[in-house]
Structures are given as C-alpha cells and as structure tokens.
C-alpha cells in the first residue's frame, strides 16, 4: 500500500508539472489535501470544517466548469469513497474521471482541453521526460 501510494504521489508531481508548463489559458487547478493520518480530535475538527473522504486528487475549472481528476498507480483501485464522491460531483455538473498511471491523466487533460497537446522536444516526448523526472 505505501509503495502505491508513493507511485500515486509521484504521478501527481508529474501531472502538476505538466499543468504548471502546459495548462490552457483560463485553466485554475488545485489539490485538497485530504489525506493522512489524524487522530480523533483532528478528524472531528476537519470534518465540521468541510473535508470529506474521496475527494479526487486534482480539481480543475475552466470557462466556469469544473473537472475533478482521481490518480490512481496502474492497478490501483477506487474506493468506495471516491466513487461516491464522483457520483456527487457528476450529479452537480462537474466532469469527472479517474486515471490510472501518468499517460491516462495526460490524455484525460489533453481530451478536456486543459492541457496542450504533448509536444517532442530534442526527440523525447515531453511527457515522458516529466514522467522520468518525477519517479
């Protein structure tokens, strides 16, 4: 489980990359940072404040509309958390989609029409170079 979640983590940085270097004009992008351990005091805390289980991993809007984005390690799994919480966000107009590994997320941005398309550069892809970077 650690070492899913530390591929997950590393696909993130990656993607987040990407959006920093090849976003569309108008696009915001942020990620709640739900996750981690907190004891019982905290987590009563959190909750009254707002947070909510299986908030996907990146948040996205453009031209008014948002896209919620899940990352997930090749294998990985959603929760039952995370679908309720894309079935919700469906329900209120929000375009959601889980990926699974780093190309699936890039696609997925690239078919919304939030990140331009991946370019070569000196021969490599540069999906492939920010992929590398990150793990």
Known sequence: MALRRHSEDAIQRAVVAHLRTRRLPGVAYFHVPNGGRRSPAEASVFAGLGVRAGVPDLVLIRDGHAFALELKAPGGRVSPAQTE?????????????????????????????LLRRASRVGGTELRQTAQVRWE
């Open 85 to 113: 919480m894309q079935q919700e966000l469906e329900r209120a107009g929000a375009t959601v989609a889980t990926a699974f590994g780093l190309d699936a997320a890039l696609e997925q941005l690239e078919s919304w029409g």
